[in-house]
């Protein structure tokens, strides 16, 4: 049986992760921070048969024995300030979860499981303002956002410890990938959870900012198959995992509204407080790579997966509906 410790682990990409490497027969190491106290919604069903393990990602030490007692054969490091338009903000926090935090997983593994294979979660935001389109491995990286600049170290640290220490040390460059497991404050689950609400009649518009951007939306369940065939490979290497294809905030919007008969323009208000200080206007992965050394591939495709979430959304919104009328609120 293989053994796998993931940080992050009660996130979108970790709780899918997690599915997955427990259905191929894994033991499931989660990590979780001592200081705070765990949302386990996305783990749910899975919760009794991960096993819990107490660290930080800037403690060393607590790292060092999170992989001494779980003696992992493969590690994924998910976990960061990944919210992009908090990193403004909050950029110290971005830099130690964001950038630093890796080190310190890299070096937990070097001085205690030096042959453990380890994935890195990093970010199409590394791109940033593109030098070429689409982008690839061999694609310059020029990030915009704190957290951008963040996931660069991360990437490039993981590369140096590979090279340096002849660690199986790989960078999964994830381009925007979503399920109804994104939190409310990215923009594609803000769209299905508006639209749910105004459909049901409990919310009567939605703040956006620059519905021009262009990014490239897959399915988190689909990407996960990615980073769990990176560390299967005879060799360590980093791959771009996006669909290939480009989607405006704008044609998000349509969709999600479409799909319950209703018109976006009739609620939607632009705001400036959602306008990044830097916009990353465009952003569209070429997975070629990824497709023939992996032999990865999609199974749901962009409008599948804004339908997916707003169905979701509307099951979630008509239960809390239900609760609040029972109470009495």
């Given at each position: 049986?293989?053994?796998?410790?993931?940080?992050?682990?009660?996130?979108?990409?970790?709780?899918?992760?997690?599915?997955?490497?427990?259905?191929?027969?894994?033991?499931?190491?989660?990590?979780?921070?001592?200081?705070?106290?765990?949302?386990?919604?996305?783990?749910?069903?899975?919760?009794?048969?991960?096993?819990?393990?107490?660290?930080?990602?800037?403690?060393?030490?607590?790292?060092?024995?999170?992989?001494?007692?779980?003696?992992?054969?493969?590690?994924?490091?998910?976990?960061?300030?990944?919210?992009?338009?908090?990193?403004?903000?909050?950029?110290?926090?971005?830099?130690?979860?964001?950038?630093?935090?890796?080190?310190?997983?890299?070096?937990?593994?070097?001085?205690?499981?030096?042959?453990?294979?380890?994935?890195?979660?990093?970010?199409?935001?590394?791109?940033?303002?593109?030098?070429?389109?689409?982008?690839?491995?061999?694609?310059?990286?020029?990030?915009?956002?704190?957290?951008?600049?963040?996931?660069?170290?991360?990437?490039?640290?993981?590369?140096?410890?590979?090279?340096?220490?002849?660690?199986?040390?790989?960078?999964?460059?994830?381009?925007?990938?979503?399920?109804?497991?994104?939190?409310?404050?990215?923009?594609?689950?803000?769209?299905?959870?508006?639209?749910?609400?105004?459909?049901?009649?409990?919310?009567?518009?939605?703040?956006?900012?620059?519905?021009?951007?262009?990014?490239?939306?897959?399915?988190?369940?689909?990407?996960?198959?990615?980073?769990?065939?990176?560390?299967?490979?005879?060799?360590?290497?980093?791959?771009?995992?996006?669909?290939?294809?480009?989607h405006s905030v704008r044609e998000l919007l349509?969709?999600?509204?479409?799909?319950?008969?209703?018109?976006?323009?009739?609620?939607?208000?632009?705001?400036?407080?959602?306008?990044?200080?830097?916009?990353?206007?465009?952003?569209?992965?070429?997975?070629?790579?990824?497709?023939?050394?992996?032999?990865?591939?999609?199974?749901?495709?962009?409008?599948?997966?804004?339908?997916?979430?707003?169905?979701?959304?509307?099951?979630?919104?008509?239960?809390?509906?239900?609760?609040?009328?029972?109470?009495?609120?």
């Amino acid at each position: 049986m293989k053994t796998a410790l993931i940080t992050g682990v009660t996130g979108q990409d970790g709780s899918y992760l997690a599915e997955l490497l427990l259905d191929k027969g894994y033991k499931v190491f989660g990590l979780r921070r001592r200081t705070s106290t765990p949302n386990y919604e996305n783990v749910i069903r899975i919760k009794d048969k991960i096993h819990w393990l107490s660290g930080d990602l800037n403690d060393l030490a607590s790292l060092i024995e999170a992989v001494r007692i779980s003696n992992p054969d493969e590690v994924y490091n998910l976990a960061a300030q990944s919210f992009v338009a908090a990193s403004w903000p909050q950029p110290i926090a971005t830099a130690q979860m964001t950038a630093l935090a890796v080190t310190n997983m890299l070096e937990a593994v070097r001085i205690v499981k030096p042959d453990a294979r380890f994935y890195q979660a990093s970010s199409s935001e590394m791109f940033g303002k593109v030098v070429e389109t689409p982008q690839k491995e061999t694609t310059p990286f020029y990030p915009r956002s704190p957290y951008g600049v963040a996931k660069v170290y991360g990437h490039w640290i993981t590369v140096n410890y590979r090279e340096s220490f002849n660690m199986f040390a790989c960078s999964g460059i994830l381009f925007n990938h979503e399920s109804p497991r994104r939190g409310l404050e990215f923009v594609t689950r803000k769209v299905t959870d508006a639209v749910a609400r105004i459909k049901l009649g409990v919310q009567n518009e939605i703040r956006m900012g620059n519905l021009d951007a262009l990014r490239d939306w897959g399915f988190a369940g689909d990407y996960v198959k990615a980073m769990w065939l990176m560390l299967q490979q005879d060799e360590p290497d980093d791959f771009v995992i996006s669909t290939g294809e480009m989607h405006s905030v704008r044609e998000l919007l349509e969709v999600a509204f479409s799909y319950v008969n209703l018109n976006y323009k009739d609620y939607v208000v632009i705001d400036s407080q959602f306008v990044r200080p830097a916009e990353v206007e465009l952003l569209l992965g070429d997975c070629t790579k990824a497709k023939e050394t992996l032999g990865w591939k999609l199974d749901v495709d962009f409008k599948q997966l804004i339908h997916m979430m707003v169905d979701e959304d509307l099951k979630r919104v008509k239960s809390e509906m239900r609760y609040y009328e029972l109470m009495g609120i």
